[in-house]
């Protein structure tokens, strides 16, 4: 692949930030965009604006059948068995309160445990205790090892008879781990508990198919992926999004509704009330077009090659702690330096024009569990180079001498 070519793609990384050019490895928060999913935003607003469904007009029928046709994308993108899986969300967090709070009130009783795991975004965390607290049930958690990876061994006896929900993130946010989902979903489900999967740093990133890990739901943003911010979707096993209630009442996911009652229409729409975000929802099919015109296992080796130089480079630095497992990783590097507070050190580099991030990624119980304040984190994407890696390893060194 001609890397450079497609970062040609992506205006916004041709700047300088405080007079240095900027490298951008703020990835894991949230990926750029290419011309393509612009000018298919600026597209729509000039020349099909209107509202989806049920509209005759020329304008809604083009609306409505890239809204549509974008629902079909998502569906082959990830492996689901049939467009009406997909649920459009704002976003993973919403996604996953979705389910937290839909099925678990139907289906979750005082006793009941849900299995959760020490690495969850609080996305995948606090619906849960939510959840937990709503309906009476138990939350427990798989351990972290040392290495970032889970606890296995403690996860076989937790896996019992009484989990009735298992949620696990399937790349971490803070550790670049990948986290065998599907022998997890398999064992879980075998033993009747629902199975969720945050997918947030995993699609677009990786291929991913949701039929083979074997998961209930399965959530993702589309601003991780080269999509505008607020829009993802939830797939969801038909038979259960058949047996669940809606969550928002409204406009568009019923067939009737009279001054006492209502009569609802099958899923996605059940789930879609009021007007959606018909724009974002075509950036992310435009999105999605693009990545798969470059491949997912290219995108992902070639994620894999630039993290396994900088993980060797960074190594070298004096004082640092990387946490995670060396390999596999995802595209991510989280470290601690001993002379500098994350966010001290992220502001630094800001002033060279690097972008980092640095805190607790949301990820609070796991920074306790390291006994760390917070990281600073370097996440790359298939438009970064090893010379913006390079680039990096300069600022990092200067930074250790300006704070030693």
Request: charged share 20%; glycine share 8%.
């Amino acid at each position: 692949m001609d890397w450079l070519h497609l970062r040609a793609d992506f205006p916004i990384l041709d700047q300088e930030v405080h007079g240095q050019p900027l490298v951008y490895f703020d990835n894991a928060a949230s990926s750029q965009k290419p011309r393509q999913v612009i000018d298919a935003l600026v597209r729509y607003y000039q020349e099909d604006n209107a509202n989806v469904h049920r509209g005759l007009h020329e304008l809604s029928m083009r609306a409505t059948d890239a809204f549509e046709g974008t629902r079909k994308k998502v569906a082959r993108f990830i492996g689901a068995g049939r467009e009406e899986e997909i649920i459009y969300t704002r976003g993973t967090t919403e996604g996953i309160n979705l389910v937290a709070q839909v099925w678990a009130a139907q289906f979750l009783k005082p006793g009941d445990v849900i299995l959760l795991t020490g690495m969850e975004h609080h996305s995948n965390l606090v619906p849960w205790q939510m959840a937990a607290k709503r309906s009476g049930a138990e939350l427990k958690h798989i351990p972290v090892l040392e290495d970032g990876t889970l606890d296995l061994e403690t996860a076989e006896t937790l896996l019992n008879e009484h989990v009735k929900v298992f949620a696990c993130v399937h790349i971490s946010n803070s550790l670049g781990t990948l986290n065998p989902v599907v022998e997890l979903c398999a064992k879980a489900r075998a033993l009747g508990a629902m199975t969720l999967v945050d997918g947030a740093q995993a699609v677009g990133h990786i291929p991913v198919n949701v039929q083979a890990i074997g998961c209930d739901f399965y959530a993702f943003s589309g601003h991780k992926m080269c999509a505008p911010t607020g829009i993802g979707a939830l797939y969801g096993r038909y038979e259960l999004l058949e047996k669940m209630d809606p969550w928002h009442g409204g406009g568009e996911m019923i067939t009737t509704v009279t001054l006492e009652t209502s009569a609802y229409k099958a899923p996605p729409a059940k789930f879609e009330a009021g007007t959606p975000n018909i724009a974002d929802v075509i950036g992310l099919g435009a999105a999605i077009d693009y990545l798969e015109t470059i491949g997912l296992e290219n995108i992902q080796a070639h994620g894999a090659e630039l993290t396994a130089y900088a993980y060797e480079r960074m190594s070298t630095l004096p004082g640092i702690r990387i946490l995670g497992p060396q390999q596999p990783r995802a595209s991510l590097i989280a470290f601690a330096l001993a002379c500098a507070h994350p966010h001290d050190l992220v502001e630094y580099a800001n002033t060279y024009g690097l972008a980092l991030r640095g805190g607790h990624h949301c990820t609070q119980p796991l920074m306790k569990r390291f006994k760390l304040p917070g990281t600073s984190r370097a996440s790359f994407y298939f438009y970064n180079t090893r010379a913006e890696v390079d680039r990096m390893m300069d600022i990092l060194h200067q930074a250790v001498k300006f704070f030693s």
